[in-house]
Every structure is written in structure tokens, then in C-alpha cells.
């Protein structure tokens, strides 16, 4: 069977196509196919960045899929050459990868979580021609979540944060940063338990789940 030249296609045709398949793995394939799925004009309803203990991630949403960029310490695994067999250059950073079972959950070795969610993030921003929405984050999984919040969070445009992770409570130390600090034009969730007897005031932009 002779190869199916995808990238040859009028533009029309290759976007309904397109809006078919892995946007990201096709993206990642070479810059000419980079170029075409930025061309396409296809964005994601969502761009989400997660830092909680047991998840360090990017989430990519479109209408009809997801997609989950899962990280790992490079250190921390035992035969990289065997399990992570695919690599992918995102600025100078080689990220050795492996895809779970299918294109919608890939995992990628990194040394450090927060500068590879970043250059990932930055990837999928230019590709896609969309902006970070979401930050998922926990004092557990992201330490310095309070300069996040006013340094970034509250100078970003339409930025959502979802605060806590499953099976840790939030306590009313970081409930008071969050109310005091995150500016009122941001949508605040609260995915975990909150501390007992903690009294709620000015919850307008607050969701609980």
C-alpha cells in the first residue's frame, strides 16, 4: 500500500480530516506537520497544567478527546531504552516517551517537573494557538503554589484553579491565601475536603466539589 501523502491535501480537506486524528501525535511527527496542524486553525477548548503529588501533567482538550502528557524523573526509571523508546525534541530538550496503550495517554522522562511542563505548555500554545486555562495544583505537588498564584495566576487572561487533590484536606491557612490573594476575576474550585469548621465569606467565585 503506497503512503497516503496527508500533508498534500488542500487545506479544507486536510482539516476535516485532521479534526479526525491525534492533532499532538501528528504535531510531533516533523516540523513540516507541525506547521500544517497550526495551519489547520483546530484549538482546544482547554489547555490545563496539573501539579498535585501523584500527577506532575499537561491536559489537552478538544470536543470529542483528551489528551494527557504525563511526566516521570528520568532517574526514577529502570530501562529508559527499553520503555521509552520514541523521542521528541520540544525547544532543546529531548523528551524520551513512551505511549500507554494509545495516543491519548503518553508519558515523557524529564529532570525536572515544573521546567518540562512548561516547555511542553509553550509547545502546545505555539502549535495550537491557544492560551494556558487551567492550573490543577496542591501544596503537595507544587510547593511554591502561592508565587504561582500572584505572579501568574492572577496575571494570566481566563484562568481557572483548581486547589487540592484526593484524600488531603485543605486546610485553612492555604483557604485564607486563596481568598486574600487570587483576584475575584479568576473561577476558584476547591476539589477537596476543606478543614472542619472553616466559615466561608465572599464565595462568589468559589466552586466546591
Not at 174 to 182: E, K, S, V
Amino acid at each position: 500500500m503506497k503512503p497516503f501523502r496527508l500533508l498534500l491535501l488542500p487545506h479544507l480537506v486536510f482539516r476535516k480530516i485532521a479534526s479526525q486524528i491525534d492533532l499532538l501525535a501528528l504535531s510531533l511527527c516533523s516540523k513540516k506537520s507541525r506547521l500544517a496542524v497550526k495551519l489547520s486553525g483546530i484549538k482546544p477548548i482547554r489547555l490545563s497544567k496539573q501539579h498535585i503529588s501523584t500527577s506532575h501533567s499537561v491536559i489537552l482538550e478538544f470536543d470529542h478527546y483528551w489528551i494527557l502528557w504525563l511526566l516521570k524523573i528520568r532517574k526514577a526509571v529502570a530501562d529508559v531504552e527499553k520503555t521509552f523508546s520514541t523521542e521528541f525534541k520540544i525547544g532543546e530538550q529531548i523528551f524520551k516517551t513512551r505511549f500507554n496503550g494509545n495516543h491519548d495517554v503518553l508519558t515523557s522522562l524529564c529532570t525536572d517537573y515544573y521546567t518540562a511542563t512548561d516547555q511542553i505548555v509553550e509547545y502546545l500554545k505555539n502549535t495550537f494557538n491557544c492560551e494556558l486555562t487551567r492550573y490543577i495544583v496542591s501544596r503537595e505537588g507544587y510547593p511554591e503554589y502561592r508565587q504561582l498564584i500572584t505572579q501568574t495566576i492572577n496575571n494570566s487572561k481566563n484562568c481557572e484553579l483548581v486547589f487540592g487533590e484526593s484524600g488531603q484536606k485543605v486546610n485553612a491557612e492555604d483557604i485564607d491565601f486563596l481568598f486574600n490573594n487570587l483576584k475575584t476575576d479568576k473561577m476558584l474550585r476547591v476539589s477537596r475536603r476543606i478543614c472542619e469548621n472553616y466559615q466561608l465569606q465572599n464565595v462568589g467565585f468559589l466552586r466546591l466539589d
